[in-house]
Structures are given as C-alpha cells and as structure tokens.
C-alpha cells in the first residue's frame, strides 16, 4: 500500500497508532511533542509520503479521506477485512481503476485505489 499523505487529527492516539500500524501496516517514523498539550505522529507506509497523526486541543477531529495506491485491492481488501478493519464501500470499478473505502477509528475514510 503507498500511502501519498495526509495530516488527521485524532481523539485517541493510542488507538489511531494501533489501528494504522496493526491494521494498515504502517510504521512508526517519529513522535514528537511540539508544545504543551501536542502530540505528533508520523507514519509511513511505502515509498516517501506520510500519515501525521496530531493529538490536541485546538482541532476537531477528523479529515474527509486518505488516498492509498494498493497492487491487488481485492486481496487488500480482504486482509484487511481479517484485522478487524470495517469497509465501508466493497471494491468498484472506476475510470482510472477500482476503488474502495473503509474507516478508521476516528471516522477517516480512506480510499484504496487500485490503478489499471
């Protein structure tokens, strides 16, 4: 899965590490607290971009999507059905490829898109 980038704002940093390590495959690049009250977490999956995971008080939770290129959506698709993962929209197909949706514990959709 190549992740292209995305910044979230979570409510549970704890859960949303878990759920993009354990269930997405990602890996923990950094973790900072850049002020009282901030925690920061940058996760990367394949290739260069990154998921930033912000903890604080200012923001509301959430981001409309994550875009992730995936080799095989139905077999992704399906492993990530085994970890627990809740698809929200079974792979279709689309202009440039099939696409499909699930969210994470925060609500975020997340796009996986297999190109032609």
């Known amino acids: 899965m190549k992740v292209k980038y ?16 354990e269930v997405m495959g990602l890996e923990i690049d950094s973790q900072h607290n850049p002020q009282p009250g901030a925690t ?14 912000i903890k604080n008080t200012e923001n509301e939770t959430g981001l409309f999507s994550v875009g992730m290129d995936v080799e095989d959506i139905n077999t992704t698709v399906k492993e990530l059905k085994s970890k627990g993962a809740r698809i ?13 949706f699930l ?3 925060n609500g975020v959709k997340i796009a996986l898109i297999q190109h032609h």
Do not use: R
């Open 40 to 53: 920061i977490t940058l996760l990367k999956g394949e290739g260069d971009a990154m998921i930033e995971l």
């Open 103 to 105: 969210e994470d514990p």
């Open 88 to 100: 929200t929209m079974e792979p279709i197909p689309i202009t440039v490829g099939t696409l499909a």
């Open 6 to 21: 995305a910044t979230i704002i979570v409510e549970d940093m704890d859960e949303s590490i878990k759920f993009y390590t």
